[in-house]
Every structure is written in C-alpha cells, then in structure tokens.
T-cell receptor, first 113, second 116 residues
Framework: GNSVTQMEGPVTLSEEAFLTINCTYT??????LFWYVQYPGEGLQLLLK?????DKGSNKGFEATYRKETTSFHLEKGSVQVSDSAVYFC????????????FGQGTTLQVKP | DAGVTQSPTHLIKTRGQQVTLRCSPK?????VSWYQQALGQGPQFIFQ???????QRGNFPDRFSGHQFPNYSSELNVNALWLGDSALYLC???????????????FGPGTRLTVL
C-alpha cells in the first residue's frame, strides 16, 4: 500500500544552520506530495506542495523537489530560525486525488539560538 | 475569511462513554475529512464526507461514525470509548465540486480527547 517514511528526530540545529529533513514514499501511480508543519499545541499548517515529478514546492524559505526516480521529497531550508522549531510531516495524497492524505510519523526540529 | 474551526478544544471522558466532536469547514469548501493523531505519531485518516455521505473510510472500527450537514459542517462520533482513543482529532476541509486539479486539504486546530 501507499506509505511515507521520514527521518527520525529530533533534529537539533543552531540558528542559521542548513536544514534537511528526508522523506521517501511508496505509492502506486502518481501521488501529490506535501509538507505540513505543526507548532506546539496547534493543528497542521500546509507548508508546501508539489503535484508532479520535478516540481519544486517552496514557501517561507523552505523548499522540496518531487523526485520520482528516487521516490523522495526532502525538505530543505538554507538558514533556520528559532521560530522554525516545530514538528514537520511529509504526506502524500492518493493518486485518485480524493483528498485522503497519508502521513509520515513526523520529524521534530529544535532550533537553538 | 474564517479557516477550519473545531469544537470543543479539549474534552475528558471515561471509558465506555460516547463523544461528539464538531467541525466547520473553511468558507467555500464542501468536503470534510477526519484524522486521528496519537501522541508522537502522524495523523491517521478516519473518513471523509462529501454531499452528506461518507465517501471513503480508513481502517477504523464502526464505533467511529460521522455526519455531514447541508451547510457542510460535520460531526465525528465515537462510541464505547477506550483508553486507546485518547488523541488529537483533526478535521480538514477541501473543495471537491468544480475543483480543477489538486484537492488540497486545510486543517483545523484539533480537539484533544482524553479518555480516563
């Protein structure tokens, strides 16, 4: 079945460091891919998305490229801030585009000043 | 433009009780999905409602049921609660009718259910 695997956390970085959070997926067909962010005590916010191979999603300095050949959608940011501390979820929507999302287990990011 | 809203924010129940959670979708959205997020885990899909009918369902028992109203708002009902139902319940809305392309979901803040 369809699934998403994320790198385990927590990831601890100093402010202004480079961030990579790995995400790989297994899916039949061509799913859309997402990154959601969850701040403490809150729901999920859509961070970025990509709908087809080689698409690059970007928002607030974060980027991720849909790599079909490696079935990956790694999240990157060139310079993290303390305010980026949160849990990040990689997700895919089923290729039938019904809207159902399948999530990874989440990666906690802690940024220290 | 109000986003997705959920009520209540927190809820405490005892084993065997029943609970009803509520969700109002984002303006212009007609589809509501419910997810269960256990502590330290990613959200798990429960079911999705569109045009007042359950459109698809995840791997959850019949104790979990729902409803969608003509104004597109939705309820999630859980019967015979047990300790393992303690979780954050998230509602997400999207627009299906007339949508072209990606059916992106937007999430509410969630309801934290604790079963004692």
């Amino acid at each position: 079945g369809n699934s998403v695997t994320q790198m385990e956390g927590p990831v601890t970085l100093s402010e202004e460091a480079f961030l990579t959070i790995n995400c790989t997926y297994t899916a039949t067909g061509y799913p859309s891919l997402f990154w959601y962010v969850q701040y403490p005590g809150e729901g999920l916010q859509l961070l970025l998305k990509a709908t087809k191979a080689d698409d690059k999603g970007s928002n607030k300095g974060f980027e991720a490229t849909y790599r079909k050949e490696t079935t990956s959608f790694h999240l990157e940011k060139g310079s993290v801030q303390v305010s980026d501390s949160a849990v990040y979820f990689c997700a895919l929507s089923d290729p039938g585009n019904t809207g159902k999302l399948i999530f990874g287990q989440g990666t906690t990011l802690q940024v220290k000043p | 433009d109000a986003g997705v809203t959920q009520s209540p924010t927190h809820l405490i129940k005892t084993r065997g009780q029943q609970v009803t959670l509520r969700c109002s979708p984002k303006s212009g959205h007609d589809t509501v999905s419910w997810y269960q997020q256990a502590l330290g885990q990613g959200p798990q899909f429960i079911f999705q409602y569109y045009e007042e009918e359950e459109r698809q369902r995840g791997n959850f028992p019949d104790r979990f049921s729902g409803h969608q109203f003509p104004n597109y708002s939705s309820e999630l009902n859980v019967n015979a609660l047990w300790l393992g139902d303690s979780a954050l319940y998230l509602c997400a809305s999207s627009r299906l009718r007339g949508a072209k392309g990606l059916n992106t979901q937007y999430f509410g803040p969630g309801t934290r259910l604790t079963v004692l």
